[in-house]
C-alpha cells in the first residue's frame, strides 16, 4: 500500500521561510508525478506546483518565482521550498502522487504565516 507523509509545516513570520517534504512509502514505479495543492482559510484546493520522476516540473501561474518543487527520486521524496512567506500562504498543504497503479493524498500538513 502506497502512503505519503508530508512534514515541515509549521508557524512561519512573514518575510519567512520554510521547506515542505512528502515521503513516499510503498511501490510506486520510476515513473510517477508528484503534486503539492494547498487550500486556504474558506477556499477550494488549489493546484501549486508538479514533478515528475523524470525531473518535469509545472509550476500554476500563481506561485512562480516564490515556490520552488523538487524531488529525490532514490528516496522517494518531493520537496516544496517556499520563500518570502505572506499571510495569505496560509494554508494546509496537501501532497498528491500518481504512478501507474494509482493515486494518493497526503494527510496534509499546516502552514501558517502570521507575526
Known amino acids: 500500500q502506497v502512503q505519503l507523509v508530508e512534514s515541515g509545516g509549521g508557524l512561519v513570520q512573514p518575510g519567512g521561510s520554510l521547506r515542505l517534504s512528502c515521503a513516499a512509502s510503498?511501490?510506486?514505479?520510476?515513473?510517477?508525478?508528484f503534486g503539492w495543492y494547498r487550500r486556504a482559510p474558506g477556499k477550494g484546493r488549489e493546484l501549486v506546483a508538479t514533478i515528475t520522476s523524470t525531473g518535469d516540473t509545472h509550476y500554476e501561474d500563481a506561485f512562480e518565482g516564490r515556490f520552488t518543487i523538487s524531488g529525490d527520486a532514490a528516496l522517494k521524496t518531493m520537496y516544496l521550498r517556499i520563500d518570502t512567506l505572506k499571510p495569505e500562504d496560509t494554508a494546509v498543504y496537501y501532497c498528491?502522487?500518481?504512478?501507474?497503479?494509482?493515486?494518493?493524498w497526503g494527510q496534509g500538513t499546516q502552514v501558517t504565516v502570521s507575526s
Open positions: 498528491h502522487l500518481i504512478w501507474p497503479d494509482g493515486r494518493v
Open positions: 510503498g511501490t510506486i514505479g520510476t515513473l510517477y508525478s
